[in-house]
């Protein structure tokens, strides 16, 4: 058996192994990829708890796409967002704003949308920093550039709104994440295998298809010389 099989064969067990790990749980982070459908208000995606870490892991895939996520939260708690920009080439420009809006905010005149909410809402504008950060993600080893940090005291209980907007209209990729930071590390990762495959396609699809193709690949291989065995 020739080495390049032998590679093969062992990257084929190697992903054999990591299909079949039971799946776990670590702590009490909500992971979501959202798509286009939570283009209104009235379709906003829900944040339940502001005490949980939520991360969204968004997508424009259509050019002027606007994504809303609805919060409840209470008089007292905080929410904190964060955005971040995976670290490709093609997402160098792709720089967007984000809106908290809620009761009790200030009159903000130009909103991108129309704000059909009562008249004691208004909104705050988050736009990107000039000076990034650069952030590798522990749990599957993404880099990202850091553009935006945001926090506000609630002062009244309510529904909040967190929209999404891109002012140049462009398509691209970010991460959002919403509530209390929870640290993540490579391991917990290697035990959430789907979870894992799923951030390395959302981040760059050639990242998990090459590393199939190559399996795919080393199984053909491997049947095909069985077969050649029996014949």
Sequence with gaps: ??????????????????VTFPQKSYGEEQIVFSGSQANA?????????????????GNFSVKG???????????GETVNIEMAIPQVDA??????SFFLVGPDLPTYDE?????????????????????????????????????????YPITTTGDYYIIVYDEKKQEGKYLLK????????????????INFLAFRSWYNPLQV????????????IFIINIIKRKH
């Excluded at 298809?209 to 053909?220: E, K, V």
């Design 111 to 151: 909103l991108p949308f129309f704000l059909p909410l009562s008249s004691d809402y208004g909104a705050y504008k988050v736009m990107p920093s000039e000076q990034e950060k650069d952030y590798l993600d522990p749990m599957t080893g993404n880099l990202y550039w850091i553009t935006q940090a945001f926090q």
């Design 65 to 75: 796409q606007r994504d809303f996520f609805q919060v409840k939260a209470q008089k």
């Design 178 to 193: 919403i509530g209390q930071k929870e640290e993540k590390y490579f391991y917990q990762a290697l035990l959430q295998p």
């Design 91 to 96: 997402l160098n420009t792709f720089r967007p």
């Design 209 to 220: 298809l090459i590393p199939l193709a190559l399996i795919a690949m080393a199984g053909l």
């Design 41 to 57: 208000f009235d379709r906003a995606m829900e944040i339940e708890d502001l005490s949980k870490r939520t991360l969204i892991y």
């Design 1 to 18: 058996m020739s080495f390049l099989l032998k590679k093969m064969l062992l990257l084929l067990s190697i992903a054999l192994v990591i």
